[in-house]
C-alpha cells in the first residue's frame, strides 16, 4: 500500500493505494498519528484503493472519532468493493462517504 | 580454480595450491622477466664494447703500420708494379687469380727490396697485434676488386700473393675511398668461409696526396661470439642461482608471516566448531592465538577473536529467547485449545431434540484468530445463535471474542431480545476500549415451537437462507454498526418465519475472502454454488463439509490468512416433520 499525504491548510489529505489489510494498517495509523494533530479535517481518498479489511475499519475508526471533536472526517472515491464492506459492516452509516 | 576446496585436498594437490607454492611460482616468474630482460641490456652492450674494442685494436694497428710503410718504405712503387701488371691482363687471364701461372706473372715484384721490408713489417705487426691478418691492397673501383699487393699470411688457404684479387662489395671499396679521416675506418660483413669479419683500413697516399692503397686488418667476431655465449651461460647460470635462493627465501618468509598464522587461524576455527558441536560454548580459541605480524593477518585473527566473543554473547541471548519464544509458543498453543473449547464442538448438541439440527466449525489462520461462533438455548423454545469475527487477530482477538461470548451469552439468557443483546453488549465493550477494538456479529433467537427467527446484524456478513424445495440465497437483512465501535449505536433487528425444513448458513468473511495462489477470492457466488451442490446427505454438516472442500480445491496450496468460521441450522419444525428435501 502507499500513501500520498497532502496538506491544504488545516485539511489533511491522504490517498490511499492498494490493500488496506492487517499488514499494512499499522503503515495509516502510523501516519495519521503523525499528521493529524494538526489538521481540523481530514479527508481520505480510497479512489485507487482495492481491498479493506477489519483491521483497516479499526483505523478508519479511530480517525474518525479522533475527528468527531473537529470538522470531522471525510471517506471519497471509494470503490463498489469497499462500499460492500462499509454496508455489510454499518461503516456506511457512521461515517461521511462522497 | 580447483574443484574442491583446500581443505579437501591432501599431498601433492595440497602443496599444487598452497600459498607457498604461488609465492614461489610468482617469485621465479618476477625475476625471471627481470633476469631476461637485464640479460638482454646486458649482452647487447657487452658485444658492442667488445665489437669496439676489436675496432679499436685492429684500426689501431693498421695506423700504426701505415705509418711506419710511408715513412720507410715506397711501397707505392710495389704497388705500381702490381697494379700495372694486373691492369694489363685480359678478363680471361684476370678471371685465373688463385692459380700457379697467374701467381708467376707477379712472382718478380716479391724479390723487391721495398716488398720484402713491407712484407717484415706486416709480419711484426700481425704477430704483435691481436688482428687476424694485416695487408697491404688496392681497391680495383672499376671492377669491385680488392688486389692483394703484399700479405704475410703465408698460408696456402688463407694467404694471397701480389696481384691475386677477391671480389669486394662496392659500398664497402666507396666507403673506404670517401674517408674524411675521422673516427676508425672499418667495415663488418659476413664473409664466408671466415664468417663474421671487421676490416678496418688506413689509406697510404703519394706525395701528390692520391690514395695509392691501403693497409687494411682483419678481425674475425667469432671471438666476440664466443665471449657471448660465455656471457650469457655464466649469467643465465647466475640468475637461476639467484632467482631459486631468493624464492626460496620468500617462501620462508611467506611461510613464517602468512602460511603459518592462516593455517593457525584455520586450525582454530576446526577446534572452534569442533567445540561447538559437542555444545562448549564458551570457548577462547581465537583470545588464546596469538598471532603478532602486524598485519592483515594480525588483524584477521583479532576480529576473529571479537567475533567468537560476540558469538558466544549472541548465542546466550539467542537461547534465552528462544527459550522465551517456545514459551509464548506453547502459551499461544494453549490459548488456542481453550479458544477451541470455548466453543460448543459436540454434535449433535442435543441429541434427544428433533426439532433443530445444527453443526459449526471454525478453522483457525495459523494464529490464535478472533472468530467464533456459539449456539445455547436460553429456555426450553429458544436456542440462541450467534456467529463473529472480532478486528485483529492474535492474544487481544482472543481475549475480546471471549469477553464477548460471555457478554452475549449472558444477556441473551437474562431474556432480552436480539437488538436488546447488542445494544447492551456494545455498550459494554465501548466501556472500556481503549484499542478501539470492534467486532461484527450475527445474533438471533429463533424460537423452536413456532419457527420465529429474531436476529439483529452488527456489520457481519449477510446470512445465506434456503427455504425448503429451494436454494441457498443470500439473504440481504437490515444492517448495523459494528460493536464496539460507538457506544450510541442503535441495534435494530428484524424477523422472518421458518417453514419446517428451512436451512440457515451463517459465516465469516474468511470464507468469501479466502485466496488462492493468485490473490483471487473464494467469493460470495462460489460459496453459494458449493451450498446449492447436488448432494446426497442433506444435513447441516454435510452442508459445511462441501463448503469447506470447495475453499480447499479453490486455495491450494496459498496459506490460510483468516479464520474460517461456519454455522448451519436447520429448523426442522416441532415434531421434526422437515429437512430431506437434497437436490439431486
Known sequence: MTITKKQTGSTLELALAGRLDTMTAPELEAALSKDMGGADSLILDFSKLDYISSAGLRVLLSAHKAMLGKNGMKVVHVNDIVQEVFEVTGFSDILTIE | ?584
Open chain 2, 1 to 584: 580454480m580447483p574443484e574442491k576446496s583446500v581443505r579437501e585436498m591432501g599431498g601433492w594437490e595440497l602443496f599444487h595450491y598452497s600459498l607457498k607454492t604461488k609465492v614461489f611460482r610468482a617469485t621465479l616468474m618476477g625475476a625471471l622477466v627481470l633476469g631476461l630482460v637485464a640479460m638482454a641490456v646486458g649482452l647487447s652492450s657487452y658485444t658492442m664494447s667488445m665489437i669496439d674494442r676489436y675496432i679499436g685494436e685492429s684500426f689501431g694497428l693498421a695506423k700504426s703500420t701505415a705509418v711506419i710503410a710511408e715513412r720507410w718504405i715506397s711501397e707505392d712503387v710495389i704497388a705500381h708494379m702490381v697494379m700495372d701488371i694486373y691492369n694489363g691482363l685480359t678478363p680471361e687471364e684476370r678471371a685465373q687469380t688463385g692459380t700457379p701461372e697467374y701467381r708467376e706473372r707477379f712472382a718478380h715484384v716479391m724479390n723487391e727490396k721495398a716488398f720484402k721490408y713491407l712484407k717484415a713489417i706486416l709480419k711484426d705487426m700481425l704477430e704483435t697485434g691481436d688482428v687476424d691478418d694485416i695487408y697491404f691492397g688496392i681497391f680495383d673501383r672499376e671492377r669491385q676488386a680488392l688486389v692483394y699487393i703484399c700479405d704475410p699470411d703465408e698460408s696456402e688457404k688463407t694467404g694471397f700473393w701480389p696481384g691475386e684479387w677477391e671480389t669486394v662489395e662496392k659500398t664497402e671499396i666507396e666507403r673506404f675511398y670517401s674517408w674524411d679521416g675521422k673516427g676508425k675506418l672499418y667495415d663488418i660483413s659476413n664473409m664466408p668461409p671466415y664468417g663474421w669479419m671487421c676490416t678496418s683500413g688506413v689509406p697510404l697516399r703519394d706525395e701528390e696526396g692520391g690514395i695509392t692503397g691501403f693497409i687494411l686488418a682483419d678481425v674475425t667476431l667469432t671471438n666476440v661470439a664466443h665471449g657471448m655465449r660465455r656471457f650469457v651461460l655464466v649469467y643465465v647460470l647466475a640468475l637461476l642461482a639467484t632467482i631459486i635462493l631468493v624464492g626460496w627465501l620468500m617462501v620462508r618468509r611467506m611461510k613464517r608471516m602468512l602460511v603459518q598464522p592462516i593455517n593457525a587461524i584455520a586450525d582454530t576455527a576446526k577446534k572452534y566448531v569442533e567445540d561447538r558441536r559437542r555444545g562448549i560454548t564458551a570457548t577462547d580459541h581465537f583470545s588464546r592465538l596469538s598471532i603478532r605480524t602486524g598485519d592483515e593477518v594480525e588483524n584477521l585473527s583479532l576480529v576473529m577473536a571479537e567475533m567468537e566473543r560476540d558469538l558466544t554473547d549472541y548465542e546466550e541471548y539467542l537461547t534465552q529467547v528462544t527459550a522465551e519464544k517456545e514459551r509464548i509458543e506453547t502459551e499461544l498453543d494453549l490459548a488456542r485449545r481453550i479458544q477451541a473449547d470455548m466453543l460448543p464442538s459436540v454434535f449433535p448438541p442435543f441429541p434427544d431434540r428433533s426439532d433443530v439440527d445444527i453443526y459449526a466449525s471454525m478453522t483457525p489462520a495459523k494464529e490464535v484468530g478472533g472468530d467464533f461462533y456459539d449456539f445455547f438455548l436460553i429456555d426450553e423454545d429458544h436456542l440462541g445463535l450467534t456467529i463473529a469475527d472480532i478486528s485483529g487477530k492474535g492474544i487481544p482477538a482472543a481475549l475480546f471474542m471471549m469477553t464477548c461470548k460471555t457478554l452475549v451469552q449472558n444477556n441473551a439468557t437474562a431474556g432480552f431480545g436480539p437488538s436488546e443483546v447488542l445494544s447492551a453488549v456494545n455498550r459494554q465493550i465501548c466501556q472500556n476500549n481503549r484499542e478501539q477494538m470492534f467486532v461484527t456479529m450475527w445474533f438471533g433467537i429463533l424460537d423452536l415451537q413456532t419457527g420465529r427467527l429474531v436476529a439483529a446484524n452488527a456489520g457481519h456478513e449477510f446470512p445465506a437462507l434456503k427455504k425448503p424445495g429451494q436454494r441457498f440465497e443470500i439473504y440481504k437483512d437490515k444492517h448495523c454498526f459494528v460493536l464496539g465501535g460507538m457506544d450510541n449505536t442503535v441495534y435494530k433487528e428484524y424477523e422472518m418465519q421458518l417453514e419446517p425444513g428451512t436451512k440457515l448458513f451463517v459465516y465469516t468473511d474468511g470464507v468469501p475472502e479466502a485466496t488462492d495462489k493468485r490473490d483471487q477470492a473464494f467469493g460470495t457466488e462460489r460459496m453459494l454454488a458449493a451450498l446449492n451442490e447436488p448432494c446426497q446427505d442433506d444435513k447441516c454438516q454435510a452442508v459445511l463439509e462441501r463448503v469447506q472442500l470447495a475453499i480447499a480445491r479453490f486455495v491450494g496450496s496459498a496459506p490460510q490468512f483468516d479464520d474460517i468460521t461456519m454455522l448451519c441450522v436447520e429448523y426442522k419444525g416441532p415434531n421434526g416433520e422437515g429437512g430431506g428435501s437434497c437436490r439431486r
